[in-house]
């Protein structure tokens, strides 16, 4: 657990498990609350892009996505997890068209 200092708190804690963050800012006597941690990336460490989708076959993702994932704000990197549900559930129901 790393602590600091931070503007209107007594202490901020910062932990990590594997690639998330967690950050507490404690107050006073307070108890502490988690602050929303950084979105975690999508890679599973299958990057191949398949040129009929033109998506990585790990993580869904297109190329533009890849290449601007570490410069995306929170609000993108949720945008694109969204997309990434919506590519998952669409390869489901093509490959449960393919077995009928």
């Given amino acids: 657990m790393h602590h600091a200092r931070f503007a209107g708190?007594?202490?901020v804690a910062a932990s990590r498990a594997g690639s998330r963050w967690t950050i507490k800012v404690i107050r006073g006597e307070?108890?502490?609350y988690a602050m929303p941690a950084p979105v975690a990336s999508p890679c599973v460490n299958v990057c191949h892009i398949e040129p009929g989708t033109g998506c990585c076959e790990g993580c869904l993702r297109t190329l533009d996505e890849i290449a601007g994932w570490i410069s995306y704000s929170d609000e993108m990197k949720r945008a694109v997890w969204r997309r990434i549900a919506v590519r998952r559930d669409a390869a489901a129901e093509r490959a449960a068209e393919r077995e009928r």
């Fill in 9 to 11: 708190a007594d202490a």
């Fill in 30 to 32: 307070d108890e502490p």
